[in-house]
């Protein structure tokens, strides 16, 4: 059998040929993998949008127009504001509800405001934030699964060879080379895992800086309104 | 669950994406390796050093020697009484035919005579008749020379007989020869047990020098088909793993090359004493 497998040796026969402990870790890791990578490619898409729309949003209030009109732009639009977007229309609406009953003091006014603008902002950074844990434990937890899988089949391989009289390399060979796909596969999800949290984390922590900051501006400038 | 609201619209894509980038590992790891290893080519020869070779030579001859001749004197005397028999069978019939050619003869000479007596000149006739006469002896003589050739053909078909007799001896002989080496059996059988010994633990073994029987399945090669099976413990059970383990670590046993002595060893009772 051995001698058979060692001359054909292709990774379907491989896979095929390991013991069960280790095709389960092979399944398990490549599921990992699946979705590590369909999180990757998610976040990519959304972190990329949450940018782009908070350019755009600032451009369009910096850019010095009327704030009601702004805000009636936003909430006139069918989809739910997101972002930065959603951080103003908060406060903004919480400010104008204070607002009109007149007999609000200004400082419980601004204090209404921040309130609603952090929950907002808390919102938003726990959807920034989102499937990054995940990514980070694929990263840290599938090469050591990988590990487990090598080690079982190649204990599996050793052992085969105490029933052998002469033992000859290429009694361990295909065992050794079918458990080292499972570190393969398993270092194959924790790369891009590791890679893709870092730079995700950076990017959240970039764009939660910067929401922070406009609440800190739009605070000012709603004091200076009232 | 798995995604968030405001993630839904990029999700099959993210999913496109991320099947796309394992299809690409797999078509990878399909092309950039090689996966046919190729043997490489060994000339591996095996040697066994033996100090002494079983005597399986010296015994042999004598059973060939002895046993071949019993067959040949059997075939051989059934045999003659047919030679026997096959010429009175044809020299009567030729005896009478020249019996009759003779008594014909001299009938005609007694009437040649008579002739001579009664006509002197026909002595020339008469002279021919003799010739002729003559003539026929020969012929007859020839007859007796064709009847010791088809004699002789029989001789050889019973030579050729015989030979092929003294291979079906030979034959069984061989067979016998497996058989009979009993002493060749012995050594090999000394062999095994002397090679097991060297790996016996024999400070497991008590000293009273107990006796095991151990049923061994052996291939042609040597080594064991299977564990030893235990059929008589010492009644101690260390010692029979000891032994046990030494059977294992004596692989391979040293059995004949010969397939019908190997007979034997397929399924080898091996009696073992630890402290012989």
Redesign the interface.
């Given at each position: 059998m051995t001698?058979s497998v060692?001359?054909?040796?292709?990774?379907f026969s491989?896979v095929a040929g390991a013991s069960l402990p280790v095709q389960l870790v092979l399944l398990v890791l490549?599921l990992t993998?699946?979705?590590s990578?369909?999180?990757?490619?998610?976040k990519?898409?959304?972190i990329k949008?949450a940018e782009t729309s908070a350019e755009e949003f600032e451009n369009a209030f910096w850019a010095g127009g009327d704030l009601n009109k702004l805000f009636d732009s936003l909430s006139a639009g069918r989809r739910?504001t997101?972002g930065m977007a959603s951080i103003f229309e908060a406060g903004f609406k919480e400010y104008v509800r204070h607002k009109q009953q007149s007999r609000m003091e200004v400082s419980d006014v601004m204090e209404g405001a921040r309130r609603a603008m952090r929950a907002a902002y808390n919102r938003e950074l726990d959807?920034l934030d989102?499937?990054l844990p995940f990514l980070a434990s694929v990263g840290s937890v599938s090469p050591y699964i990988g590990l487990f899988g090598t080690v079982w089949g190649i204990m599996n391989a050793f052992r085969g060879l105490s029933n052998v009289?002469q033992a000859t390399l290429?009694q361990v060979a295909p065992g050794i080379a079918e458990a080292l796909v499972a570190t393969a596969i398993g270092l194959?999800a924790a790369i891009p895992a590791v890679i893709a949290y870092n730079r995700f984390a950076s990017s959240v922590d970039r764009l939660s800086v910067r929401y922070e900051s406009f609440m800190e501006e739009f605070t000012n400038i709603l004091q200076r309104k009232s | 669950m798995m995604?968030?609201a405001?993630?839904k619209d990029?999700?099959w894509?993210?999913?496109v994406?991320?099947?796309a980038?394992?299809l690409l590992?797999?078509a990878a790891?399909?092309l950039s390796?090689n996966?046919?290893?190729?043997?490489p080519l060994l000339n591996v020869a095996e040697v066994e050093l033996w100090d002494v070779l079983p005597q399986s030579e010296p015994p042999v001859p004598a059973p060939l020697a002895e046993e071949p001749p019993p067959p040949a004197v059997k075939e051989a005397t059934p045999l003659p009484p047919e030679k026997v028999e096959a010429e009175p069978v044809k020299t009567p019939e030729v005896d009478i035919a020249l019996e009759k050619k003779r008594q014909a003869l001299e009938q005609k000479k007694v009437a040649e005579q008579i002739k001579k007596d009664l006509a002197l000149a026909q002595k020339k006739q008469l002279a021919a008749l003799q010739a002729e006469a003559r003539k026929e002896e020969m012929q007859n003589s020839d007859k007796l020379l064709k009847q010791s050739k088809a004699n002789e053909t029989l001789k050889k078909l019973q030579q050729e007989a015989l030979t092929e007799e003294k291979a079906m001896a030979d034959q069984s002989a061989a067979s016998a020869k497996s058989a009979a080496s009993a002493g060749v059996l012995d050594e090999y059988r000394a062999r095994i047990q002397a090679k097991i010994r060297g790996n016996v633990n024999k400070t497991l073994c008590a000293t009273a020098n107990p006796e095991l029987k151990f049923d061994i399945a052996l291939l042609p090669t040597g080594?064991m088909a299977g564990l030893p099976r235990l059929l008589k413990s010492s009644g101690n059970k260390a010692c029979d793993e000891a032994v046990e383990r030494a059977i294992m670590a004596s692989?391979?046993l040293p059995v004949p090359m010969d397939g019908l002595a190997f007979a034997q060893f397929r399924n080898l009772k091996l009696t073992f004493r630890p402290n012989d």
């Open positions: 001698a060692a001359n054909d040796m292709s990774i491989l490549i993998s699946l979705f990578w369909w999180y990757i490619f998610i990519l898409a959304t949008r739910k997101q959807n989102a499937h009289a290429s194959f | 995604i968030r405001y993630e990029v999700s894509q993210a999913a994406w991320a099947l980038v394992h590992l797999l790891l399909l390796f996966w046919k290893a190729t043997p080594e692989q391979p």
